[in-house]
């Protein structure tokens, strides 16, 4: 039996090194999609081959001709881009910290928006959960104190994409969403990458992940200890709710 391997319909050279999970697609004109990404520091790309678009801030690249570059004065962190005001037939671009993203997004994710929630929390899944997890495996063992920012960030964008009443408890408003608490997230996240770390091809890499974690009353974590730390309670009350659910179901 010959397997095919699957070719790419077309190939698009930036000659720019393209930061990986920072790129979208938008239609900045209304009209024609755009390839943006970020290509360093504090820079981020613009695949514009649709005339001359050239702004004080975006200038044409020296590099490639249908390249248009901008360069900001903050940390290129997160990208994302949409249609974000009703009287715009046009997208938007948004750069900055996930924290600063949700700010900006907040027309869209707001308790006025008019976006259903199923659609709130794509966006927040695609938008803000993918930066603010970015390479979890790495840093999920850090201390509990450390990683609670993460979750008041999901819990603010819980409460106001439901509309919830103050006195609602996030772990309901985390079971009405159908969304994981940050810990669990991350700790699946580094269940599959240990899983699939384990049984690569490459001896070195499986030699990188096959170490016995420390005791859990040491003073030094190390990234296998999260897959044995019990769930937060947080996490614990959410999935009692879960549980509860299905009992009912």
């Known amino acids: 039996m010959q397997v095919s391997s699957i070719q790419p319909v077309f190939k698009l050279e930036l000659n720019h090194r393209v930061i990986p999970n920072t790129v979208v697609i938008a239609k900045y004109d209304g009209t024609h999609p755009c390839l943006t990404a970020a290509a360093g520091y504090d820079k981020i790309i613009i695949h514009h081959p649709y005339g001359t678009s050239e702004t004080s801030r975006a200038q044409r690249s020296t590099a490639h001709g249908e390249v248009l570059e901008l360069s900001l004065s903050q940390r290129v962190v997160a990208l994302a881009a949409g249609m974000l005001k009703p009287d715009v037939q046009r997208d938007m671009l948004l750069v900055g910290s996930p924290n600063q993203i949700l700010a900006r997004l907040g027309a869209v994710l707001d308790r006025k928006s008019k976006l259903s929630r199923r659609n709130k929390r794509t966006i927040y899944k695609m938008c803000i959960t993918t930066v603010m997890t970015y390479a979890s495996p790495v840093f999920a063992h850090a201390a509990p104190k450390a990683l609670h920012r993460l979750q008041v960030i999901q819990?603010?964008?819980?409460?106001?994409?439901?509309?919830?009443?103050?006195?609602?408890?996030?772990?309901?408003?985390?079971?009405?969403?159908?969304?994981?608490?940050?810990?669990?997230?991350?700790?699946?996240?580094s269940k599959r990458f240990f899983d699939i770390a384990g049984s690569h091809p490459n001896a070195l890499l499986r030699a990188a992940v096959d170490f016995q974690p420390p005791h859990p009353t040491h003073l030094i974590r190390r990234p296998r200890n999260v897959l044995f730390d019990p769930p937060d309670a947080l996490t614990a009350a959410v999935e009692s709710l879960n549980d509860v659910n299905d009992t009912h179901d």
């Not at 159908?178 to 996240?189: G, I, N, R, V």
């Open 155 to 189: 819990n603010k964008f819980c409460r106001a994409a439901t509309d919830a009443h103050w006195c609602v408890r996030n772990s309901i408003l985390h079971r009405d969403l159908e969304l994981p608490t940050t810990s669990k997230y991350m700790k699946d996240a």
